[in-house]
């Protein structure tokens, strides 16, 4: 997909989801929250499609020997994650309209966290039922619209989504859009001045982890000049306002970086010991 197909991509989902919101009475702050947990469940559900065979055919050779193992485990050591069947993105789409889709959404995140500890308390839940308050196929709805990401993108294009979605979230709230989201090109000129190459990157005020996307990025875009030095990089940050703590840990997952993101207030606390 070039930079224009992913650009129109990119505002017809906006235009879609907008239109759906508009038709609500949330404030951009409640939609956001369930809208990029949709977007992180699509990329879930894009990345386990990817391995699934592979998982499969292990778990049946390994099946009747003694280093049999439950399908959830060899997921996992194969993509990071475990869909159970209730989890799967067209499985949720293609739920009849009088079945209970916010509550379907709901016990999926549930299944998610279950099997990725480190998206404990993080995925949204109760926000899809909120979604139904003055029209109950919201949630459905916006399943149909983000159906339309291609069954094959991976996490680079998700991370691309993402972030757009969390920038026009940012414009509708106005000032307070702030908080959590920092315009893509001051992180951008932060991170070529800085010049990360590998090794740990440390945000003391992380937001919803737009600094750790863009330096993951630019260590890809320089990787022919490390001439064999570690590229790895582990992202450490940390964010006073729980709520963005959640968008960032799902920004990191989206993007497939590893990392930690802990809540903190900078002023006050410190709990990476980065002081000096």
Known sequence: MNKEQLKKLEADLWSAADKLRANSDLKSSEYATPVLGLIFLKFADNNYRRHEQAILAEYQKLQGTRRE????????????????????????????????????????????????????????????????????????????????IPSNATGDLFGQIYEYFLSEFARSEGQKGGEFFTPRSVVRLMVEIIEPHGGKVFDPACGSGGMFVQSAQFI?????????????????????????????????????????????????????????
């Open 69 to 148: 193992k439950p399908v959830s485990e060899i997921a996992i050591e194969q993509c990071g994650f475990y869909l159970p069947d209730h989890t799967r993105y067209d499985y949720l789409l293609n739920l009849p309209e009088q079945k209970d889709i916010a509550k379907a959404l709901k016990e999926a995140m549930k299944a998610i966290e279950e099997y990725k500890p480190e998206l404990e308390g993080v995925l949204p839940k109760d926000e899809y039922a909120a979604l139904t308050r003055t029209d109950k196929t919201i949630p459905q709805q916006l399943l149909r619209t983000f159906a339309d």
């Open 220 to 276: 890809a875009a320089h990787r022919n000049e490390l001439k064999g030095a570690e590229s790895g990089v582990y992202v450490c940050g940390q964010e006073k306002t729980q709520d963005t703590v959640k968008l960032a840990k799902m920004n990191l997952a989206v993007s497939g970086l590893r990392g930690e993101i802990k809540q903190a207030n900078t002023y006050y606390e410190d709990p990476y010991d980065s002081f000096e």
